[in-house]
């Protein structure tokens, strides 16, 4: 740390690694063209490298080219982070990561509840599939979809949705209303491409005491937002989590057909670096927003 120099000489060095002279990056600086000079100067003499080759024009050594970004990189994050925390006005920012359906479709509609509970909280809400490291860049805890088996971190079990199927009334009318499971069979079902975490129709009609050989398949997409979006517009019967269709449910712009409901296989779960749970800020987040699955999973 003895090597880094005062501020006004880094900032000496980012200004002239975008002049073509002493002057000109004095003029930017409002100070005289020596006092440039002499700050690069000691610059070089500190670290034991040149920065410039000095002529007609500035220009950069192999040295000051490599250092040049990571000197404008440091400002450019002051100067975000100054920024970030004047908005803040004394709140405590909470960065949260989900998953973007989740996100989008049971936690937005939440969080301005918090804000009137808890306003010092500022909540950054960050959305990936992917899982994340926790490191001092990433979000501070998470919302994640799984089995619950995060051994090297502090996890709470939220909540688990169930499985059913949902169509928009429209299509209902234009098709009549299934009087038994078997008949979905002659509906043009949605179904989502992908892994274990997808709600799949085989394990519905099984649950609902259907054998299944094959199915009316619709459409396959790659996102749940996508395929409640299909169902909202009529192209088909929907099997949702019930998590994702509050809202539509409540409205009605989707209808829940037959009470068979199948317990997902996964479930969301409260997660966050061991050791920090019980920071204040944490803690807030942390019981609110299991007092809000605990609500959730009373209504599914």
């Not at 000489?9 to 440039?36: G, I, K, P």
């Not at 610059?43 to 002529?55: D, H, P, S």
């Not at 790659?222 to 409540?250: F, K, W």
């Not at 712009?253 to 409260?270: D, G, M, N, R, T």
């Amino acid at each position: 740390m003895r090597d880094l120099p005062p501020t006004a000489t880094l900032r000496a060095f980012e200004v002239a690694t975008r002049h073509a002279t002493f002057t000109s990056a004095a003029e930017e600086l409002h100070v005289t063209q020596s006092a440039v000079s002499h700050q690069l100067r000691h610059l070089e003499e500190l670290w034991g490298v040149q920065l410039f080759q000095r002529g007609k024009s500035l220009t950069l050594t192999p040295a000051g080219t490599v250092l040049a970004p990571v000197v404008r990189e440091f400002f450019m994050k002051l100067e975000a982070t100054l920024a970030d925390l004047r908005e803040q006005k004394g709140r405590v920012r909470l960065k949260v990561s989900t998953t973007y359906s989740f996100a989008l479709k049971w936690l937005l509609p939440r969080l301005p509840e918090l804000a009137r509970q808890h306003p010092e909280i500022l909540v950054t809400l960050e959305t990936t599939d992917a899982a994340i490291n926790f490191t001092p860049a990433e979000p501070d805890v998470a919302i994640r979809f799984g089995t619950g088996n995060y051994p090297s971190l502090h996890s709470e079990f939220l909540f688990r949705e169930q499985i059913f199927p949902v169509a928009n009334p429209p299509l209902l009318e234009r098709l009549g209303m299934p009087r038994k499971p078997a008949d979905l069979l002659h509906y043009p079902l949605l179904t989502r491409a992908g892994a274990d975490m997808v709600p799949k129709w085989d394990l519905w009609f099984q649950q609902a005491g259907v054998a299944v050989s094959a199915f009316r398949e619709s459409v396959r997409f790659a996102d749940t937002n996508m395929t409640i979006e299909a169902a909202l517009l009529g192209q088909g019967v929907a099997l949702a989590r019930s998590g994702h269709v509050e809202n539509e449910l409540a409205d009605g712009s989707l209808v829940k057909l037959f009470k068979i409901a199948l317990p997902s296989p996964l479930a969301y779960y409260f997660v966050c670096p061991k050791g920090i749970e019980a920071q204040p800020h944490v803690a807030i987040f942390r019981e609110w927003v299991m007092a809000e699955s605990i609500k959730a999973g009373e209504s599914y």
